[in-house]
């Protein structure tokens, strides 16, 4: 299973096109079997859910640079608080998905409404 993984990520690195060969560069001559074979070997050694996280990293970059800055702002964090934190940084990371102006004025007035109610207490 690795090695075809392995394989199937390095046939499909040769065979995207890059950038600067859109640009009028001329074009690197194809991976042989050979050297796929022996560029995808190494890769096969590691287990697949290390290659599995280390797709998911190289996917979404920014979200795993996010996730080590909050992990280093929060280090004491355990158990319940742990919970508790990332619960919050859920809600956060929802709002920031969905700014606007129209949903801060919902948020406005559930707020005003759920005051006026006592329903928050």
């Not at 990293?57 to 990332?86: C, F, H, I, Q, S």
């Amino acid at each position: 299973m690795r090695r075809i993984l392995g394989t199937f990520l390095l046939w499909l690195m040769a065979a995207l096109p890059l950038p600067a060969a859109a640009q009028g560069a001329p074009e690197p001559a194809p991976f042989k079997p050979e050297e796929l074979e022996q560029l995808a070997a190494p890769i096969a050694l590691y287990p697949d859910a290390l290659v599995a996280q280390i797709l998911m990293a190289a996917t979404y970059p920014l979200e795993v640079v996010a996730a080590a800055r909050w992990v280093k702002a929060n280090p004491g964090l355990k158990e319940k608080a742990l919970e508790d934190a990332l619960q919050k940084l859920q809600y956060d990371l929802f709002y920031i998905k969905n700014f606007s102006l129209l949903f801060d004025l919902s948020i406005l007035f559930t707020t005003i409404k759920t005051v006026a109610l006592r329903r928050g207490t």
